[in-house]
């Protein structure tokens, strides 16, 4: 059995995860939530055999190719890896606040997420396949900056899962800002992962790297050859946001069912922040400062992926200083760590999908 | 304090003010973040036809040059360097520095300020526990001492009425300092980011092999001498098995300096040759434009005779021991060959380099074929002659970044410190215990009160379980 046999298992197994912990969302049954968690403790556990064999294996092709790396030189260098690596951190981080805090309904919010970055790699089709490092990649500094960067996003994308239930939770009006600020993100990320869909159902497309990604992003819907398709796309997209903002008071309620109070939201959402903002800034921008010093000979060039880390760690600091004003507690913040979580999708894919960054990975690629 | 008190402030207090609030910080956090956005939009110091496509997307082609212009001239497009948004980063420097300036003070206080026992256990603290144990508190008193030492604390005593006493101690008093730390570390970084634009350098060198610079040249195209010179040796690819990607770069460099050769390294994309200041970086590579290189081939004749030569193309060469003349016809930087067998040349990037000899006894040609550099199969003649493509010299440049930044260490040092900062800003609280321990007949009565800075909830969760212990034991 190698690698892919497991991460099989634990995709399907999130999946599921998914499922059961919305059903006990909606039903209640403390069953259920049991079931659920099973299920993402096993999956978590095929993921971490795959992440280790997928090791043995990375490990056997370079010594085959004749390149002597490391032993403890994990797996990560490509986009499927990253992303693999951060939903594990996702469900590492989750099930230590199921336990600690003794709460599954966040698990409702955290699942889908694991699940959305799993499709997304099916969806896109992005290469699985273990590739041998390109020499740019052949750097300590630069592991250590990848492994901290997701571990921090994973911290981040908590921080997101709860900021987004606060919201829910405190708004009262569906004309209150904050209201339509979390109807029409939740909105958008429903039509995101509808397009992609398209996408993959229209083109089936096997992608085999970020070019070819680039290519058929969206050429299903937004960017497709036909007007009609474009304009429907759009009207299409805007009735989906319509929904959301007018059955999110069934979310609220839904919600509202589990006793979850305001303050447990908000204090995890500091939290992870507080956890997620220092490793963020000595993995994400210290280390990529040093690796970029050492590799191309300057710490720091404003290019597209560097800038948007920059940016990413600026709304965090943002985050942190609000809380310190008065009158900047509650809805306010929480708003500013959802879109630090924005910041931090789009500092991982947007720039390497839409903005056309020097960076993805090493210009001499 | 209401807005006609400030309005009556002296000037320079009323920019004190306006500098130190936190609120100005949010405003800048903000605007930074938003200018940043637009100048990772549009492509920084990019040909102008490449970003008016980027706009003729974004507003449209009737739009995109009126846009390009008003851009252009609000400098947007070297926007790092523009001098707004210098500036900005000037105000945020202010204002971390008077920010901290006017915290700093009180936050030293609060940190040396010793702990004082409380006059009384009626008030109200953010954690406070009230319990009863058996036994007088004289001989409660190592087990209360034990659960003081578990927070962390060291602990003093005031003696209370009644043979009762009260145990309080702090810890961490001095990690208030953190945040300051991390307030600090960020000048530090910036001031080193200065000293690296007024007293460094950022260039490159593309060095085709066999060729001497004793200059570098900056973006813009004007040479800077280095005060001594570099040569390219060599320049080579190296590939995963017999695979196209990548294993490494090496360039072999030597410096010199006043005729001498001082230095030899062969560099590698992170591993680069430093001297007198300069580090030079392996970053690109080429071709040639229209050169001629030199072939460098190994030939083994009968009885393991061997020599190497170097040959241009066209020239011949003779197999040592034998009567056998090679003769270079043709040759390719990457050679494959199509489904009808056909050799075809598929980069002008020397990936799979070749050479086509001609081989002639007399008059009579014997064999001709590619010989590959890449694949040591071709190397054997069909008469068991040997001929080992060494090398295609002279036809590849090295691309090399050359920079001097002496602000790099106080880069490096504030990052540090920025560590340092934050571990202490975000892991470590400031914590201070009192616990009452009084007579109440037969049994003690304790009150603990407690607070933290920081994580208030894991010392609540470490007092309660230190105190269950001393009851279990008693
Ligand atoms: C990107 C730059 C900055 C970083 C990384 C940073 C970092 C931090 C951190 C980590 C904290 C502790 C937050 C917490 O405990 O939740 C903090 C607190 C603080 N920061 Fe900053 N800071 C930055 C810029 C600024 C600026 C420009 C100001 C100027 C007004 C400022 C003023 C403060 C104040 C007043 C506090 C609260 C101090 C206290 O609790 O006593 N910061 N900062």
């Not at chain 1, 986009?79 to 599954?104: A, D, H, P, T």
């Not at chain 1, 965090?316 to 999708?345: D, N, Q, S």
């Not at chain 2, 109440?440 to 009160?449: H, V």
């Amino acid at each position: 059995m190698n690698s892919s046999f497991f991460f099989g298992i634990s995709t399907v197994g999130y999946i599921l995860a998914m499922v059961f912990y919305i059903a006990y969302l909606v039903f209640r049954s403390r069953q259920v939530g049991v079931v659920a968690t099973a299920v993402t403790v096993t999956s978590f556990i095929s993921q971490t055999i795959a992440f280790f064999l997928r090791w043995g294996e990375f490990y056997q092709m370079h010594h085959k190719l004749g390149l002597n790396i490391s032993i403890f030189r994990p797996p990560i260098t490509n986009l499927y890896e990253s992303l693999v690596f951060f939903v594990w951190c996702l469900i590492l981080g989750y099930l230590i606040i199921e336990f600690k805090y003794k709460n599954r309904a966040f698990g409702a919010f955290v699942t889908p997420v694991s699940a959305m970055v799993l499709a997304f790699i099916e969806m896109t089709g992005m290469s699985k396949e273990i590739q041998p490092l390109v020499p740019a990649l052949q750097s300590n500094w630069l592991l250590a900056h990848v492994i901290t960067s997701f571990i921090s996003y994973a911290m981040f994308g908590l921080a997101f899962a709860t900021s987004l239930m606060y919201l829910i939770k405190k708004t009262e009006t569906k004309t209150e800002p904050a209201y339509i600020f979390w109807s029409v993100s939740l909105g958008l990320i429903i039509v995101l992962i509808l397009a992609m869909g398209l996408d993959y159902l229209r083109f089936n497309v096997v992608a085999t790297s970020s070019e070819t990604m680039k290519k058929f992003l969206f050429k299903a819907t937004f960017r497709s050859n036909s007007p009609l398709i474009v304009v429907l796309s759009w009207i299409g997209s805007a009735f989906v946001i319509f929904l959301v903002w007018l059955y999110g008071p069934v979310l609220k309620r839904i919600i509202n069912a589990f006793n979850i109070s305001d303050n447990m939201l908000d204090d995890i959402t500091y939290r992870m922040i507080a956890i997620g903002f220092p490793v963020f800034t000595l993995g994400g921008l210290i280390f990529g400062a040093i690796w970029a010093d050492q590799a191309w000979g300057v710490y720091w060039s404003w290019d597209p992926k560097e800038t948007w880390s920059l940016i990413t760690w600026f709304v965090y600091a943002f985050f942190l200083h609000a809380r310190l004003m008065r009158g900047w507690k509650g809805k306010k913040v929480a708003v500013v760590a959802v879109v630090g979580f924005v910041a931090v999708a789009f500092t991982y894919l947007g720039v390497n999908l839409l903005l056309s960054g020097l960076h993805s990975y090493g210009a001499l690629e | 304090m209401n807005r006609d008190d400030t309005d009556k402030k002296p000037f320079l207090d009323r920019l004190w003010d306006f500098f130190a609030s936190v609120r100005l910080a949010i405003v800048l956090f903000a605007l930074i973040a938003v200018s940043s956005i637009i100048g990772t939009v549009i492509e920084q110091n990019a040909p102008a036809e490449k970003n008016i496509i980027v706009l003729k997307r974004l507003v449209g082609d009737s739009l995109a040059p009126a846009f390009y212009r008003i851009l252009e001239a609000a400098g947007f497009m070297d926007m790092y360097r523009s001098w707004w948004f210098v500036t900005l980063l000037m105000l945020f420097a202010i204002n971390l520095i008077v920010c901290s300036l006017e915290r700093l003070p009180r936050i030293l206080r609060l940190m040396r300020e010793p702990i004082r026992p409380l006059d009384s256990d009626k008030r109200n603290f953010p954690i406070k526990k009230v319990l009863r144990v058996k036994g007088s508190p004289e001989e409660l008193r190592e087990e209360v001492l034990k659960v003081v030492k578990a927070i962390g604390v060291k602990a003093e005593n005031s003696p209370l009425k009644d043979g009762g006493y009260q145990l309080y101690g702090q810890s961490g008093n001095w990690s208030r300092l953190g945040v300051y730390i991390t307030h600090l570390s960020i000048l530090i970084i910036m001031i080193g980011a200065v000293i690296g634009i007024f007293f460094g350098f950022k260039g490159f060198l593309n060095l085709p092999e066999g060729y001497t610079s004793d200059v570098a040249y900056a973006r813009d195209g004007t040479p800077h001498p280095l005060g001594f010179s570099v040569r390219c040796d060599d320049f080579e690819v190296e590939f995963y098995g017999m695979s196209e990607m990548p294993k490494d770069y090496k360039s072999w460099l030597t410096v010199i300096k006043n005729g001498r050769e001082v230095m030899r390294k062969v560099i590698e994309v992170n591993e680069p040759l430093k001297y007198g200041g300069y580090t030079f970086y392996q970053s690109s590579y080429g071709m040639v434009p229209n050169a001629r290189g030199i072939f460098i081939l190994k030939l083994t004749g009968p009885g393991m005779k061997t020599e190497t030569v170097f040959k241009r193309l066209g020239e011949t060469f003779q197999i040592p021991g034998t009567n056998i003349i090679g003769y270079i016809k043709d040759y390719s930087p990457a050679l494959a060959f199509d489904r009808n067998g056909n050799p075809y040349t598929y980069t002008d990037m020397m990936n799979n380099p070749a050479v086509y000899v001609e081989f002639k006894e007399g008059d009579k040609i014997k064999y001709a074929g590619w010989i590959l550099k890449r694949f040591p199969r071709t190397w054997t003649l069909p008469d068991g002659n040997r001929v080992e493509f060494v090398d295609y010299w002279g036809v590849q440049y090295t691309g090399l970044q050359v920079r001097k930044d002496p602000g790099v260490w106080v880069v490096y040092l504030g990052c540090i410190i920025m560590a340092i900062g934050l571990y202490v800003a975000f892991f470590m609280s400031h914590k201070r215990v009192w616990v009452f321990v009084t007579r109440d007949g037969k049994e003690s009565a304790i009150t603990l009160l407690a607070t933290a800075n920081k994580n208030r909830g894991a010392l609540e969760r470490k007092i309660e379980a230190s105190l269950k212990r001393l009851q279990r034991g008693r």
